[in-house]
């Protein structure tokens, strides 16, 4: 007797398995006539459609394919299906429900009657959304290892070029570095040597200026006209000798600044006149001020003399005649221009003025030398090489910036740059001097501090005959001890820079709170910060700057004394 175990015999599949292996078959089926209408669909297609099975029965079923899809079946697959009674793995895209897209890989099969006709078509739809993201993800590394590859053969070829650009801009930037700390070395060298010229000036133009008063008290005589002459000579190289001191200050960027609100289109309008005269008649002169301009804060005097100095370098530079043209335009110095200079400028809204000539224009080699003083490619004697010096350095202790363009045989062009004045302060008028006025003087005492004794002596010598009762002092604390036995001392006249460790400004403020309410006039030859910072005056401070005449020393201790 066998123990094998009984097995029962398996039961056929019913009709409602195969209905429910076609409903619910992880891919989608179609049934349809030989012309592609829908006959009957299955649940998971019309699941992942979103649409009702009866919805989709009747249409063809190329009419659920999106534009491009219908246009490729119609042209390529139904042929296909056609001639060869089937098609395998075709990609298309189903529209479902609201318009959504279904990315899908269709399979078809045509059955055929043995007379050849075709009887219906069978249609197995797959859900290709992840393969397609699968192909997207690796369509997008391959481009970006592609691009990568790319970007590494570029970076090989060009690896050598880009260390030469980078050794290059290296050069150019110590080079700069060079340049700058050349400049600056000959500023502070010309500064020291124009303090010690203007205390020796201010001594010269004094005396002779008390020779010229007290000649023109005696008696006409041949002797006093030859006398008169000397004292104009002598007087008109002072003053030569001055203005070149100032130059020089001005390179050196120890010139005391007074900046004001300006305007500039109307400072070189007011100033065309001045300006044509110094070019002469074969040269004309063209002013262009743009609309909208904005104001600049520097100081007017300054400006001015910047724009005659570069007038005459013009003019210089077209012997023939020519055209002069002079420009102002709002301008905006960005990141990238400020990165490319080798000086410091602060990016942001300047205002331009473009002074631009015909002449014979620069070379190369002399632009890298123009501002350096003393630097002229005039001949012996016509030119000090102070010209442009003078406006590079006004120009950088006002915050700006100056470029210059040339070329030889087309002109130059030199941009002066000044910072745009954000606040609402009206624009204040040049003030005047009035050296024609007369001068007055009072009974005031004064207390004058200067170690110069040359200087000391003359400034008291104008003083005292001005009527002012007058006390001197040779340093700070010689001062302080004068002041200690003098209750009636209204002003302190004093140099700012002073030996024995005091200067004039910790002077002024040891007075005043000594003597609340004692007026100060600042003198000096050569600022330095006790007085001045970013170049400019601090503020309420009065100073006069060496070499002064006798009037100016008038009218100045009188407006302070008076404010």
């Known amino acids: 007797m066998s123990d094998a175990p009984t097995v029962s015999p398996v039961e056929p599949p019913s009709e409602e398995d195969f209905a429910d292996l076609f409903e619910q078959a992880p891919c989608g089926y179609i049934s349809a006539d030989p012309s592609g209408r829908i006959q009957r669909v299955n649940e998971t297609l019309a699941a992942w459609l979103g649409l009702p099975k009866a919805q989709m029965e009747g249409r063809r079923f190329?009419?659920?394919?999106?534009?491009?899809?219908?246009?490729?079946?119609?042209?390529?697959?139904?042929?296909?299906?056609?001639?060869?009674?089937?098609?395998?793995?075709?990609?298309?895209?189903?529209?479902?429900?609201?318009?959504?897209?279904?990315?899908?890989?269709?399979?078809?099969?045509?059955?055929?009657?043995?007379?050849?006709?075709?009887?219906?078509?069978?249609?197995?739809?797959?859900?290709?959304?992840d393969r397609r993201r699968y192909e997207h993800e690796l369509l997008e590394a391959r481009r970006a290892a592609d691009e990568a590859t790319a970007e590494l053969r570029e970076l090989n070829a060009t690896?050598?070029?880009?260390?030469?650009?980078?050794?290059?801009?290296?050069?150019?930037?110590?080079?700069?570095?060079?340049?700058?700390?050349?400049?600056?070395?000959?500023?502070?060298?010309?500064?020291?040597?124009?303090?010690?010229?203007?205390?020796?000036?201010?001594v010269i133009l004094g005396g002779l200026e008390t020779v010229s008063r007290q000649v023109v008290a005696l008696p006409g005589s041949p002797a006093t006209e030859r006398i008169e002459r000397a004292v104009r000579m002598a007087t008109h190289g002072a003053e030569r000798a001055a203005t070149l001191t100032a130059r020089l200050l001005a390179f050196a960027r120890r010139q005391p600044l007074a900046p004001k609100p300006v305007d500039a289109g109307r400072l070189i309008t007011n100033l065309a006149d001045l300006l044509q005269r110094t070019l002469g008649e074969t040269i004309d002169l063209e002013t262009v001020s743009g609309a909208g301009l904005w104001r600049a804060m520097a100081d007017t005097g300054e400006l001015e003399n910047a724009l005659v100095n570069l007038a005459v370098n013009a003019r210089d530079a077209m012997p023939g005649g020519g055209r002069l043209t002079i420009e102002t335009s709002n301008a905006y110095l960005d990141d990238d221009y400020v990165a490319a200079i080798p000086e410091p400028v602060t990016p942001g809204q300047y205002v331009l003025i473009a002074?631009?000539?015909?002449?014979?224009?620069?070379?190369?080699?002399?632009?890298?030398?123009?501002?350096?003083?003393?630097?002229?490619?005039?001949?012996?004697?016509?030119?000090?090489?102070?010209?442009?010096?003078?406006?590079?350095?006004?120009?950088?202790?006002?915050?700006?910036?100056?470029?210059?363009?040339?070329?030889?045989?087309?002109?130059?062009?030199?941009?002066?740059?000044?910072?745009?004045?954000?606040?609402?302060?009206?624009?204040?008028?040049?003030?005047?001097?009035?050296?024609?006025?007369?001068?007055?003087?009072?009974?005031?005492t004064i207390l004058v501090v200067e170690d110069h004794d040359d200087l000391r002596s003359y400034s008291t010598g104008v003083l005292r005959e001005l009527g002012y009762r007058v006390l001197e002092a040779a340093n700070g604390r010689s001062a302080l001890e004068v002041l200690q036995g003098a209750n009636d001392v209204?002003?302190?006249?004093?140099?700012?820079?002073?030996?024995?460790?005091?200067?004039?400004?910790?002077?002024?403020?040891?007075?005043?709170?000594?003597?609340?309410?004692?007026?100060?006039?600042?003198?000096?030859?050569?600022?330095r910060n006790a007085i001045v910072h970013n170049g400019r005056l601090d503020a309420g401070v009065h100073l006069i700057g060496k070499p002064f005449s006798f009037n100016d020393l008038a009218i100045k201790v009188r407006a302070v004394l008076d404010s």
């Open 62 to 129: 190329q009419d659920l394919l999106n534009i491009a899809g219908k246009i490729y079946y119609e042209t390529h697959f139904a042929p296909l299906l056609r001639m060869q009674g089937f098609f395998h793995e075709v990609a298309l895209d189903l529209v479902g429900d609201g318009g959504r897209t279904l990315p899908v890989l269709v399979n078809a099969v045509e059955r055929r009657s043995a007379a050849g006709g075709a009887e219906f078509i069978r249609i197995t739809v797959f859900n290709a959304t």
């Open 355 to 444: 002074v631009s000539d015909t002449g014979t224009g620069m070379s190369p080699e002399t632009l890298a030398q123009v501002f350096e003083p003393f630097f002229t490619t005039k001949d012996t004697g016509k030119g000090t090489g102070l010209g442009l010096s003078q406006v590079y350095g006004f120009v950088r202790q006002s915050g700006g910036h100056v470029r210059i363009y040339s070329e030889l045989g087309e002109g130059t062009t030199v941009k002066i740059y000044l910072p745009r004045l954000t606040s609402d302060q009206p624009t204040a008028e040049e003030e005047d001097r009035a050296r024609d006025a007369p001068v007055h003087g009072g009974m005031e």
């Open 490 to 527: 209204a002003l302190l006249f004093t140099d700012v820079v002073l030996p024995d460790g005091m200067d004039g400004r910790r002077l002024a403020d040891e007075v005043q709170r000594r003597r609340p309410g004692t007026k100060v006039l600042f003198t000096t030859g050569y600022t």
């Open 159 to 202: 690896l050598e070029a880009r260390v030469a650009e980078a050794v290059a801009e290296r050069l150019k930037v110590e080079e700069a570095l060079r340049q700058a700390q050349k400049m600056e070395a000959i500023g502070q060298l010309t500064g020291g040597i124009a303090h010690d010229f203007n205390n020796l000036l201010t």
